[in-house]
């Protein structure tokens, strides 16, 4: 799960925004901005509403939780049952790349597992 701080620190850097910048631009302190990126806050509905303008997103963008891993043994799908021009979908390449890598990975450890075991067997 993407949390909305986590979606509100991607937005802000794609953008090239810094959290002083943002803050500005909602009329808050960066410091109350700091603490909705972190999680520890959340933003009021009048302030989503300004998010939303500011980086051209829907609401349901910021809040929904849509990202769905569709991952079978060496087929990796990541889909945005939302916007495909949401945040998570923009970013999927290389989270694609980097969940094929630990998949490569895993790979490699079985295979010497296997090895292993087989070793062991055999010295039965």
């Not at 937005?11 to 925004?17: E, I, P, S």
């Not at 943002?22 to 520890?40: C, F, G, M, R």
Request: proline share 2%; with cysteine; hydrophobic share 35%.
């Amino acid at each position: 799960m993407i949390t909305l701080g986590t979606k509100l620190a991607r937005l802000r850097t794609n953008k090239g925004f810094t959290q002083q910048e943002v803050a500005d631009s909602l009329n808050v302190s960066q410091p109350a901005y700091h603490k909705w990126e972190t999680d520890i806050a959340r933003p009021t509905t009048e302030k989503l509403l300004k998010i939303c303008e500011l980086f051209d997103v829907e609401i349901n963008e910021l809040l929904e939780d849509s990202l769905v891993f569709n991952i079978t043994n060496n087929d990796c799908k990541i889909q945005n049952m939302g916007n495909t021009n949401s945040i998570s979908y923009n970013e999927s390449q290389e989270l694609i790349k980097g969940i094929l890598k630990n998949q490569d990975a895993i790979t490699s450890l079985l295979v010497t597992q296997n090895k292993l075991i087989e070793k062991l067997i055999d010295k039965k």
